[in-house]
Each structure stands twice: as structure tokens, then as C-alpha cells.
T-cell receptor, first 108, second 115 residues
């Protein structure tokens, strides 16, 4: 199963872009990268996923490097409500392996 | 559309007992997967059910089992509870099997405490 590595914590000022990196150097050709976030006492919330190309939706953008060994989640204008644990996950043929995630703290 | 519903929200059990947790997926979703979340191990995959059949399984002992009904609702059972089974148990539903890359929608979990 592909493993992911993320920084333990990051800070961001409200209104600025938050760029969360993830390393998944052992990813295989058909394995998608997913991002979820979890706010205390709630279940994880889906943000975005992709295979090769960059993806954008109403919540965020996902930038995947050409060799697919790493990706970056971009929250374009972070708000205080974006404070959460962010998980980068690889879908290994139906098994999702969650790492410890990145604690993102958005400051006023 | 109603989200994923897990019941009960909190549960306290004694070592050696068994417990059954319930998960109702989003209407129309046929896949239900289960996860255990603990401070030490993080989120770990337990198993996935699709069309009443177990499709995938994580590395947990046989004390952890599940099933899925024809209406896609799923139950998870843990027998002979151990202190280490204390955790937040999350279920997630999706419209297709997890391996087919539809996004998962999680419930808010059942907090199990074993004393």
C-alpha cells in the first residue's frame, strides 16, 4: 500500500492561501490521491481527488507533480473555519491508508 | 439528501462483552466501509461491503466482523472486547466500490469506550 508523508503542522493567516504538501513517492500508476479534512469530533470531509492532472473545485485546488510522487492541496483564501487536520491519502485498490495528517491552524 | 448516519453516538462497554454498531449510508450508495480511529494509530481501514458482500479487508483480528443488508445499511460487530478497542469507529458510504474512486462520505462516528 502506498504511504503518504505530510508535515505535522502548518500555520496560515486568514485570507491567505494555504498550501499543504504531501509526499507519496511509492504511488502506482492507477492510484488516485485524495484529500480529506477532519474537524474535532466529526467524521472526515471529502475535499478533492485526482490522478494525474491538476484539479479544482469550489473548495480547493490539487496540484500533482508530473512524476506523481508528490502533491499540494491549495486552499485559496483560508478562513478560521478551515482550521482542521488535513489528510492526504492514496487509494490503493480500495484500501485507503491515512497518515497522521497535517494540523492546519488559520490565524486571524 | 441525508448524510451518513451512525448509531449510537456513544457507547460504554466492559471488557469481554460484544458490541454492534450501525451505519445507514446516503440514499443510493451501495458501498459502506468502516474505519477505526485512535490517537496512537490514527485512522485505520477495517473492511468494505458492497452489494452485501465484503470486498476488502484491513489488518484486524477476526473479532471484528461486519455485514451489509439489502438496503445497504451495515453493521459492525466486535466480540470479546479489549481495552484497546476503545476508539472512534467511522463508517463511510460511496456510490461505487472504493476501488472505483468515488468520494467517500463519512458519518460522525460512534465513540466506543471499553472499561
Amino acid at each position: 500500500d502506498a504511504k503518504t508523508t505530510q508535515p505535522t503542522s502548518m500555520d496560515c493567516a486568514e485570507g491567505r492561501a494555504a498550501n499543504l504538501p504531501c509526499n507519496h513517492s511509492t504511488i502506482s500508476g492507477n492510484e488516485y490521491v485524495y484529500w480529506y479534512r477532519q474537524i474535532h469530533s466529526q467524521g472526515p470531509q471529502y475535499i478533492i481527488h485526482g490522478l494525474k492532472n491538476n484539479e479544482t473545485n469550489e473548495m480547493a485546488s490539487l496540484i500533482i507533480t508530473e512524476d506523481r510522487k508528490s502533491s499540494t492541496l491549495i486552499l485559496p483564501h483560508a478562513t478560521l473555519r478551515d482550521t482542521a487536520v488535513y489528510y492526504c491519502i492514496v487509494n490503493s485498490y480500495g484500501k485507503l491508508t491515512f497518515g497522521q495528517g497535517t494540523i492546519l491552524t488559520v490565524h486571524p | 439528501k441525508a448524510g451518513v448516519t451512525q448509531t449510537p453516538r456513544y457507547l460504554i462497554k466492559t471488557r469481554g462483552q460484544q458490541v454492534t454498531l450501525s451505519c445507514s449510508p446516503i440514499s443510493g450508495h451501495r458501498s459502506v466501509s468502516w474505519y477505526q480511529q485512535t490517537p496512537g494509530q490514527g485512522l485505520q481501514f477495517l473492511f468494505e461491503y458492497f452489494s452485501e458482500t465484503q470486498r476488502n479487508k484491513g489488518n484486524f483480528p477476526g473479532r471484528f466482523s461486519g455485514r451489509q443488508f439489502s438496503n445497504s445499511r451495515s453493521e459492525m460487530n466486535v466480540s470479546t472486547l479489549e481495552l484497546g478497542d476503545s476508539a472512534l469507529y467511522l463508517c463511510a458510504s460511496s456510490s461505487t466500490q472504493v476501488r472505483d474512486n468515488s468520494p467517500l462520505h463519512f458519518g460522525n462516528g460512534t465513540r466506543l469506550t471499553v472499561t
